[in-house]
C-alpha cells in the first residue's frame, strides 16, 4: 500500500490565496501513523464569513507562524508520499498560491488524489460532502478546523481502500509551478 498524505486547509478570505490553518494526517499500511495541525498566520485579513465558518480570526494567529516559517515542518510530511485532500483542487489551489506568493520553491508537480471523486465513483447517488460522507461512515468531525477534516479524509479513504477500491485510476498529477 502506499502511503498518502491528507491534507486540509483553512483560509482567511474569499481570494483563496493564504491559508489561516493547516492539518496534515499520514495514511500507511492501513493506518493512520501520524498527523500534523497547526494554524498559520496568513498576514493578510479575514473575511467575517471565513471567520464565522472555521472560527478562525486575526486574534487566533497571532502568535502563529507564517507560511515560510511553518514550511520546513510541513515540507517532509508533504513529500512523503501521494497527496490526498477532500475536494483536492482547493487545497492544492491553496498550496500552490502560497508557494507562489511566498517565492518557494518546491518540486514542480505532485501526484494527488481527491476523496470527492473517488467517492462519486464508488458511491454514486449519495452527497459526497465531507460531513455527510463522515455521518455515513461514522467518523468523528469537527467540520472546518483542519486537523479534524484532514484525518475525516484519511479515514474516509482508508474505508475506499479497505472496501477494495483500486486508488491508480484516481491518481492524477497536479502542476505547483
Known sequence: MERYIA??????????HRMSAIGISVLEDG???????SLVDPETD??????????????????????PEL?????????????????????????????RD???????????LC?????????????HKLDALCDYYDIPLDHHHAGSDSRACAEILLRYLDGGADPAPFIRTCSLA
Open 115 to 127: 476523496t470527492v471523486q473517488m467517492g462519486r465513483r464508488l458511491l454514486p447517488g449519495m452527497s
Open 71 to 99: 514550511w520546513p515542518q510541513i515540507q517532509p510530511l508533504l513529500d512523503s508520499g501521494v497527496l490526498a485532500a477532500h475536494n483536492a483542487p482547493f487545497d492544492l489551489g491553496v498550496l500552490r498560491r502560497c508557494l
Open 102 to 112: 511566498y517565492e518557494i520553491e518546491w518540486k514542480p508537480s505532485a501526484r494527488y
Open 46 to 67: 479575514f473575511d467575517p464569513f471565513n471567520t464565522w465558518l472555521t472560527g478562525i480570526d486575526a486574534d487566533a494567529v497571532r502568535d502563529a507562524p507564517t507560511f
Open 31 to 37: 493506518q493512520i501513523v501520524d498527523a500534523f495541525y
Open 7 to 16: 491534507f486540509d486547509v483553512e483560509t482567511p478570505n474569499r481570494l483563496n
